[in-house]
Each structure stands twice: as structure tokens, then as C-alpha cells.
């Protein structure tokens, strides 16, 4: 599905009202350890996003950055809530098998998906409002159901913030009840690194998550 005609509609919107709902949590000053995910080394890409690059070759090409990590500044925190509020009220929760008849796909949700096509599209929309793609990473993690699942990282100074489609609040990657298997590279979308020394070799639809909720 195409979502052209609708980004910049979405886009006013949520510029719009960015100045009105406050996002959750304030950033705080410095730097802890458990504030960052640590990574393993290289793994495997999820077969619904090698599909998804098949198809959106564009947005998977390297675009030579290194990683990057944001200022939070509250004006920007602001924008990753509305963003991610806007995303999970406009996107019904849908599986790959009901919409598309395939256990696994990929792909920019109109007015239905699940947990990785609401990362798509909050990536998509981000960076519209000028977020830098390398600090805007799809990740891969099993809920505390032990389901595979996805959400966005946003890779920050004071740390690692999760976009989630099972909450509006902006939480630290820490604080959510989620084991991290792995995400993309900052410097390369197509390449994958781990979060966990036990990533799967074979993940299947890791990140399929049913309806996505």
C-alpha cells in the first residue's frame, strides 16, 4: 500500500498539534549504562524486511551516515509522542494473513497492519519531519508473551527511546518488559546487528506478532 497522498496531510497534522500534548517523559541530563542496548555483532535480517527492501529499494539504500545520536530536546520529544500516538490511533491492528493472505509482509499501512508496519510508518514520517534515518532503527524484540515483535529505536544522547504500537508513551528501551534480539545498523539499513548473544540463526516471522498488538 501506498501512503504518498497521505504524508503530508499527516505531517501537518501532527506539526500542528505538537504544541498541545506533552510527551510523557522528560529528558534527563548524563549518561547511565543500562541506558543504551549493547550490541553482539552482525545477524540476520527478518525475511519480511528483505522483501520489503525488494520492493522499496529506495528506502533501504545506505545513505554513507554513521551513527547518531539525538539532542532529546523537548521540542523533539514532543514530535516522537505525537507521532507515535497519531500512528497507533490511525493504524487498526491487522495481521499479514487477514489483509494480504501471506503469514509475513511487510509494508506501509493505509488504515491497517501490525507491529511492523507501524514502524515503518513512523520511520517514513520521522524522517519527513527531519529525524536522521541512522537514528531511527527497526527493531526486533519477543514480548513478555515470548512473541515476536517490532518497534522502533530512536537512538539518543541520554539513551535508546522505543516507539511502540502497544503504547503512546516514549520509554527507554530498559524499562520495557521486551528481550532485544536485534535491529538495524545506523550506518547500513540492509545490515542487521544483535542485541542478544542468542539471536535466532533462522527467525522466520519473528516479528510477524499476530494482529500486532
Known amino acids: 500500500m501506498?501512503?504518498?497522498k497521505l504524508v503530508g496531510g499527516a505531517l501537518l497534522a501532527i506539526v500542528c498539534c505538537a504544541g498541545s500534548a506533552g510527551a510523557s517523559e522528560t529528558t534527563q541530563p548524563g549518561y547511565i549504562k543500562a541506558a543504551f542496548a549493547s550490541v553482539y555483532g552482525s545477524a540476520l535480517p527478518p525475511v519480511g524486511f528483505v522483501d520489503f527492501c525488494r520492493r522499496h529499494a529506495d528506502d533501504?539504500?545506505?545513505l554513507g551516515g554513521k551513527p547518531e545520536h539525538l539532542v532529546l530536546t523537548s521540542d523533539r520529544l514532543n514530535l516522537?509522542?505525537?507521532v507515535n500516538a497519531y500512528v497507533n490511533d490511525k493504524v487498526a491492528p491487522m495481521s499479514d494473513?487477514?489483509?494480504y493472505g501471506k503469514a509475513e509482509y511487510w509494508e506501509y499501512p493505509t488504515d491497517a497492519g501490525d507491529c511492523e508496519d507501524y514502524v515503518l510508518l513512523k520511520k517514513r514520517y520521522l524522517e519527513g519531519l527531519g529525524f536522521p534515518p541512522e537514528a531511527l532503527l527497526i527493531t526486533v524484540v519477543l514480548d513478555e508473551k515470548g512473541e515476536g515483535h517490532a518497534v522502533l529505536t530512536v537512538t539518543?544522547?541520554?539513551g535508546d527511546y522505543?516507539?511502540?504500537?502497544?503504547?503512546n508513551d516514549i520509554l527507554r528501551w530498559s524499562?520495557?518488559?521486551y528481550r532485544f534480539l536485534k535491529r538495524q545498523s545506523a550506518q547500513d539499513p540492509l545490515h542487521w546487528v544483535?542485541?542478544?548473544k542468542e539471536v535466532p540463526i533462522s527467525d522466520g516471522n519473528i516479528a510477524g506478532g499476530g494482529h500486532g498488538k
Open 80 to 82: 516522537l509522542y505525537q
Open 60 to 62: 533501504c539504500r545506505p
Open 2 to 4: 501506498k501512503v504518498n
Open 194 to 196: 544483535a542485541l542478544t
Open 175 to 177: 524499562d520495557v518488559a
Open 162 to 167: 522505543i516507539l511502540d504500537n502497544r503504547r
Open 156 to 158: 539518543a544522547e541520554t
Open 97 to 99: 494473513e487477514e489483509l
